[in-house]
């Protein structure tokens, strides 16, 4: 049997040719290769049904679950996978591997591609599915790019982060020993109810490896953990909603599945989120540098939908005295907006509220040393709106089924290639005509009554919607590369891979209540990086842990990513002004090691003392909360080279501690900064 080896940075994956198609022969440690075990099949199994391949259909398996489920046109359903011979190819230095699957029954052909790289351990797959008929469409009601054959079995710990809106990236176990898991979103975006990533560990907690699995898709998904009782592979599979959506090819056509990501790690959970966190930096990121992570402050909070440009100004000339990079004006800036029933689509500035339009806000905004930003919704429109009026065709609708309203609002359907070339025109007209350098895009509601009927290929409005945005977030990367995008729906609606490499930052949830949001940031930084993790200093109360806070604990647990602020600044005195530009400051001093530090967190944020800590290769910060009477505090450091010796600086100047010290018994925590959180960094002294 053929083989073919891709090495990550720490893992080797193998994969064999076979009668039944590509297979899985080892995924992880090199040193420690174990082949996935023979499963053991009855009459009731076809051999593809036992057998860990990385891609199959109904009709090639019988009893198990499949990736693909195609109709052709003749009313036979499925498709006979066979791996075309001599088709499986190394690429790129032994780091890219294709191979082709022909179904002759269905007329289908699958190109099956993946990718590993020596800087990260991450697996890249996906397929390409073609149709090779002469005559007729292939009907995809399941399209998932791959299959993960996970050897944690039998069964598996899955850990997952569910939510909902203001309450996103909550972090929950199931003990799966047999059956279904399944998540995922109807939404036509990515959702606050499920993150498209998981990780699997086995059952009885042994070995310490930890296996991930992640979609990058930012529309309608499905995932799929299918745990086959007494089999020791668990398998993943993950693609666009196969409840909501269907993809029809056409003879000759073809449809590139989303991309699956998989990660594997020695070092059990924490290890695993920090390999996601290296390849999202490493990989994904654009770069981690400052002039895209800028300390921001937006309106929002502080005006609503009452802008107006000499309050706009005032705002500005505090948010430029305590630190703030860029000056963003939120909702309310476009014609007839003011409320949340009128102006989406009209995107030119309100002649009521900016006689002149907006370029005295902007220029304002520059002589006060900061850059210029704008919030927008591309994706959306009012019924109240001249778009709306112009173009009734151009939202989402199902027959003569009445229009849904959320938010006072329907959703374009960016599948339509003249709403796509409208909205590419509006962000180029924008981004021109203004000196804007941040943009942060929002999506307001779901998608409901997806579809176009009349189109035979509507039924795939979810893929077009998404590739639709994609493009528009590229053409955003490459035409206005001096633009910070920060990307953003609801909250935390759209927070994927896929969104990843085409943002800056991302904004995880419009719950700002200080405490709540470190609960959401504590699940965040689980699966993502906290250089795209925006968070802000509101007045905001908090919905769910009500326990009070000071100043400085809000602005502490914004430090834990990349610090904005959204109150009402005019509403602080002075005193409190002069805090915020203490804190900005200590925030600048940090902000390299936050955003490029391997992360550990330390406790849960429901315990009496919770921390955060960042370690570079000189420097290691350690942001700290505490509850009421949590008495003096020591937090055991992670990392650390037992032989170094580190400073703490300002605090306790004269005390230099050695890395196992810190690493056993704690640094002391001297909550100088406020009684309930601190900021605590050590210099390395050799």
């Known amino acids: 049997m053929t083989e073919w080896e891709l090495r990550t940075a720490r893992s080797v994956y193998v994969v064999a040719e076979s009668e039944a198609g590509l297979e899985l022969r080892h995924w992880g440690d090199p040193a420690r290769r174990r082949e996935p075990p023979v499963a053991r099949r009855s009459p009731f199994e076809s051999p593809a049904d ?4 990385e891609l199959t259909a109904a009709g090639t398996r019988h009893a198990q679950v499949s990736e693909l489920l195609v109709q052709g046109p003749d009313g036979v359903d499925g498709a006979l996978l066979g791996l075309v011979p001599g088709s499986v190819a190394a690429e790129g230095d032994g780091t890219a591997l294709r191979a082709l699957l022909r179904a002759a029954d269905a007329g289908l052909e699958v190109e099956l591609h993946v990718r590993t790289s020596a800087a990260h351990d991450v697996v890249e797959r996906w397929a390409v599915l073609r149709s090779v008929r002469t005559t007729g469409d292939l009907q995809l009601t399941r399209a998932f790019g791959a299959a993960w054959n996970v050897p944690v079995g039998p069964g598996a710990r899955v850990a997952q982060l569910v939510g909902a809106w203001s309450r996103e990236f909550t972090p929950v176990e199931t003990d799966l020993a047999a059956g279904q898991l399944v998540i995922g979103s109807r939404q036509g975006i990515t959702s606050h109810l499920h993150s498209p990533v998981v990780a699997l560990t086995p059952r009885d907690g042994g070995g310490g490896e930890a296996y991930g699995v992640a979609l990058a898709w930012s529309g309608s998904w499905r995932m799929l953990i299918d745990a086959v009782p007494f089999r020791e592979v668990v398998r993943v599979s993950g693609g666009p909603d196969d409840e909501t959506g269907v ?29 996601w966190r290296a390849y999202q930096r490493g990989v994904l990121a654009r770069g981690t540098g400052v002039e895209h992570r800028p300390v921001v402050y937006n309106s929002w909070y502080a005006t609503r939908f009452d802008v107006r440009v000499e309050h706009q100004l005032a705002l500005a000339d505090v948010a430029a005295g305590v630190g703030a990079e860029v000056f963003v004006v939120d909702d309310g800036w476009f014609t007839g907006r003011t409320s949340d029933r009128a102006g989406l689509g009209d995107w030119y500035a309100d002649r009521e509220k900016f006689p002149d339009g907006l370029a ?9 040393g900061m850059r210029f930003g704008l919030w927008v919704e591309p994706e959306a429109v009012n019924p109240d709106s001249d778009l709306y009026r112009a173009h009734p065709g151009w939202v989402y609708r199902a027959g003569e089924r009445p229009l849904t309203t959320m938010r006072n609002q329907y959703v374009l359907d960016l599948g339509r290639p003249e709403v796509e070339e409208w909205a590419a025109g509006t962000l180029r007209r924008l981004l021109t005509e203004h000196p804007i350098t941040y943009l942060k895009w929002d999506m307001n509601r779901a998608v409901s009554d997806g579809g176009r009927p009349g189109d035979p290929r509507g039924r795939a409005w979810s893929v077009q919607h998404t590739r639709a945005y994609h493009r528009l977030m590229a053409l955003l990367r490459e035409e206005f590369p001096h633009v910070t995008v920060e990307a953003c729906a609801g909250g935390g609606g759209r927070v994927d891979n896929a969104v990843l490499a085409l943002s800056d930052v991302v904004w995880p949830s419009d719950e700002t209540g200080p405490r709540d949001r470190l609960a959401i940031q504590h699940g965040f930084l689980s699966a993502y990086p906290p250089s795209v993790m925006s968070s802000w200093v509101t007045d905001e109360p908090d919905r769910l842990d009500t326990a009070p806070v000071s100043a400085e604990f809000r602005f502490v647990v914004a430090m834990a990513g990349v610090l904005g602020i959204g109150a009402d600044p005019l509403a602080w005195d002075a005193a409190a002004r002069t805090r915020a530009r203490e804190l900005v400051a200590l925030y600048r001093e940090v902000r390299e090691v936050v955003h490029t530090g391997v992360v550990t967190r330390h406790g849960d944020p429901r315990d009496a003392v919770y921390a955060v800590q960042y370690t570079g290769p000189d420097r290691v910060v350690l942001l700290v909360w505490a509850r009421p009477g949590a008495g003096p505090v020591r937090v055991p450091l992670a990392g650390l080279d037992p032989a170094a010796r580190y400073r703490v600086p300002g605090r306790i100047p004269s005390e230099v501690l050695d890395g196992g010290e810190l690493s056993e018994a704690g640094v002391p925590v001297p909550f100088t900064l406020a009684a309930d959180c601190d900021v605590v960094v050590l210099d390395r002294v050799r």
Not at 50 to 53: G, R, S, T
Not at 250 to 274: C, K, N
């Open 50 to 53: 036992a057998a860990p391949l």
């Open 247 to 275: 993809v029809t090819l056409a003879p000759g056509q073809e449809f590139e599945t989303p991309h699956l990501l998989g990660a594997w790690s020695p070092d059990g959970m924490a290890g695993l989120a920090r390999t």
């Open 360 to 368: 005295p806000l902007a220029k304002g905004v520059l002589e006060r």
